[in-house]
């Protein structure tokens, strides 16, 4: 483990997809780059690559002694800290043959390099302060990003423009720190560095950012790929027969006869480039038994954990069954984090087929119109300008609410006029756990957990 965390040596791999290819990359880092490179690389230019000071593209030629041809290479060279890592680093553009690139690492590794571990160069780039830590997460969120909102996700996270308020938060709670243990150091003179309507305001303005952005993150901590969307409504409403119709394929059990769904179903739901998680759920009832109880108490989870609760309401209610779903739905809106009402069954009454939003999963009806009404219901929700990646949110959950709690303890002591002392540990507390956030804090554990995640050359 401790070896991990060694930037003295430097380290090379394969850059590039494995593969073959048009280009293969191979990316090396340390301080003994240049040196690694000496006689391997032939630079066409070799006053101008002797003379590098600033990151530029040098073009060559590959030579030794296993290879019997020099090989056309151009060479990305980053000298000095100006580089990823912050420490020296090239990239070897090469044709991307599978035994050439392997050879070029071979024989880098016979020069003196090491063999780089997953995400070795990110972690550098963090140990550097090049990246902090969510930074470091969001490289992982850009690469395995499976369409484009995760991936702008990942590109917000990072732009660092969360962290950067993070740090600067923290960095004020480092102020205010210094200025409480200052003025304990002169207790018995009455001086007073910061005082305490100030701390308090300060204090109280953090918090309430913290919490803003808690609650735009809240039920949506788990890491998903793909936006969770959950079929719901009273028994009998036609969901199971939408899910089929949704995924193309029989999956769930239809039959006329209402609570034929006992269990929560989940396919992908396909629409052009975008994909979904679909469930079903069973339909809205009361609890008269242990099975039913446990059905309902599934249903009523993967409501709260949806990104968006499609409603489904047939347009052939009674009036005592337009009553029954009425007060379903409004109990469970109360706990999905946002809700689509959609009239399901419209083969029964087409003539209200010019309704926006009703549909028939047997004939197909309006189908078309309930997908652009998902993705614009996905699209207009904050859900798309999540500022953290899941896996962020969710290692970050604990210690975003342990930091908003110590600072609301604070502003506490400071009305009930509580000691400097009791004030400065409040402080410390959040301060220490906004620096898990960013990274200021760390274990060797924690990081060998988030970068062992990473693909090798990353």
């Given at each position: 483990?401790?070896?991990?965390?060694?930037?003295?040596?430097?380290?090379?791999?394969?850059?590039?997809?494995?593969?073959?290819?048009?280009?293969?990359?191979?990316?090396?880092?340390?301080?003994?780059?240049?040196?690694?490179?000496?006689?391997?690389?032939?630079?066409?230019?070799?006053?101008?690559?002797?003379?590098?000071?600033?990151?530029?593209?040098?073009?060559?030629?590959?030579?030794?002694?296993?290879?019997?041809?020099?090989?056309?290479?151009?060479?990305?060279?980053?000298?000095?800290?100006?580089?990823?890592?912050?420490?020296?680093?090239?990239?070897?553009?090469?044709?991307?043959?599978?035994?050439?690139?392997?050879?070029?690492?071979?024989?880098?590794?016979?020069?003196?390099?090491?063999?780089?571990?997953?995400?070795?160069?990110?972690?550098?780039?963090?140990?550097?302060?090049?990246?902090?830590?969510?930074?470091?997460?969001?490289?992982?969120?850009?690469?395995?990003?499976?369409?484009?909102?995760?991936?702008?996700?990942?590109?917000?996270?990072?732009?660092?423009?969360?962290?950067?308020?993070?740090?600067?938060?923290?960095?004020?709670?480092?102020?205010?720190?210094?200025?409480?243990?200052?003025?304990?150091?002169?207790?018995?003179?009455?001086?007073?560095?910061?005082?305490?309507?100030?701390?308090?305001?300060?204090?109280?303005?953090?918090?309430?950012?913290?919490?803003?952005?808690?609650?735009?993150?809240?039920?949506?901590?788990?890491?998903?790929?793909?936006?969770?969307?959950?079929?719901?409504?009273?028994?009998?409403?036609?969901?199971?027969?939408?899910?089929?119709?949704?995924?193309?394929?029989?999956?769930?059990?239809?039959?006329?006869e209402p609570g034929t769904t006992r269990d929560v179903l989940s396919a992908e739901w396909c629409v052009g480039s975008r994909r979904y998680e679909l469930l079903d759920t069973a339909g809205e009832e009361d609890a008269?038994?242990?099975?039913?109880?446990?059905?309902?108490?599934?249903?009523?989870?993967?409501?709260?954990?949806?990104?968006?609760?499609?409603?489904?309401?047939?347009?052939?209610?009674?009036?005592?069954?337009?009553?029954?779903?009425?007060?379903?739905?409004?109990?469970?809106?109360?706990?999905?984090?946002?809700?689509?009402?959609?009239?399901?069954?419209?083969?029964?009454?087409?003539?209200?087929?010019?309704?926006?939003?009703?549909?028939?999963?047997?004939?197909?009806?309006?189908?078309?119109?309930?997908?652009?009404?998902?993705?614009?219901?996905?699209?207009?929700?904050?859900?798309?300008?999540?500022?953290?990646?899941?896996?962020?949110?969710?290692?970050?959950?604990?210690?975003?609410?342990?930091?908003?709690?110590?600072?609301?303890?604070?502003?506490?002591?400071?009305?009930?006029?509580?000691?400097?002392?009791?004030?400065?540990?409040?402080?410390?507390?959040?301060?220490?756990?906004?620096?898990?956030?960013?990274?200021?804090?760390?274990?060797?554990?924690?990081?060998?957990?988030?970068?062992?995640?990473?693909?090798?050359?990353?």
């Amino acid at each position: 483990m401790t070896a991990m965390f060694s930037v003295d040596e430097t380290i090379v791999a394969l850059a590039s997809p494995a593969g073959a290819g048009p280009r293969g990359i191979v990316r090396l880092s340390g301080s003994a780059t240049r040196e690694i490179l000496s006689g391997f690389f032939q630079p066409a230019d070799e006053a101008r690559w002797n003379e590098a000071r600033i990151p530029q593209r040098y073009s060559g030629h590959l030579v030794w002694a296993e290879c019997r041809i020099p090989v056309s290479v151009d060479v990305q060279f980053w000298p000095g800290s100006r580089g990823y890592t912050r420490q020296p680093l090239a990239e070897l553009h090469l044709t991307g043959s599978p035994p050439l690139l392997e050879a070029v690492l071979v024989e880098l590794l016979r020069r003196g390099a090491r063999a780089a571990r997953p995400g070795e160069f990110t972690l550098r780039a963090f140990l550097s302060g090049q990246l902090d830590l969510m930074q470091a997460e969001a490289v992982l969120g850009v690469i395995d990003a499976r369409d484009p909102r995760e991936l702008q996700t990942a590109l917000r996270q990072l732009a660092g423009r969360v962290s950067s308020e993070l740090v600067a938060m923290r960095a004020d709670l480092i102020d205010l720190l210094a200025d409480l243990e200052a003025g304990l150091d002169f207790v018995e003179e009455d001086i007073e560095f910061v005082s305490r309507d100030n701390l308090r305001s300060r204090v109280a303005r953090m918090a309430e950012t913290l919490q803003t952005l808690r609650d735009r993150a809240a039920g949506h901590w788990q890491s998903r790929p793909i936006p969770r969307i959950v079929l719901a409504g009273l028994p009998n409403a036609g969901k199971s027969t939408l899910f089929n119709r949704l995924c193309g394929q029989s999956t769930a059990i239809t039959s006329p006869e209402p609570g034929t769904t006992r269990d929560v179903l989940s396919a992908e739901w396909c629409v052009g480039s975008r994909r979904y998680e679909l469930l079903d759920t069973a339909g809205e009832e009361d609890a008269r038994d242990v099975l039913t109880s446990r059905m309902q108490q599934l249903r009523d989870e993967a409501l709260v954990e949806a990104d968006l609760v499609v409603w489904c309401r047939p347009v052939d209610l009674g009036e005592e069954d337009d009553h029954r779903d009425e007060q379903a739905r409004v109990t469970a809106e109360a706990k999905a984090p946002r809700m689509l009402i959609v009239l399901t069954k419209g083969d029964l009454h087409p003539e209200s087929g010019s309704q926006p939003l009703i549909i028939s999963a047997e004939s197909g009806l309006g189908v078309d119109k309930l997908a652009r009404a998902v993705e614009q219901a996905l699209a207009s929700d904050a859900i798309s300008e999540r500022q953290w990646l899941g896996s962020t949110a969710a290692r970050c959950a604990g210690s975003l609410d342990r930091a908003i709690l110590a600072l609301r303890q604070a502003v506490t002591l400071a009305d009930s006029h509580g000691g400097e002392e009791l004030l400065a540990v409040e402080i410390r507390e959040a301060m220490d756990h906004l620096g898990e956030i960013v990274g200021a804090v760390y274990t060797d554990d924690l990081l060998d957990r988030i970068f062992s995640k990473f693909c090798i050359g990353k």
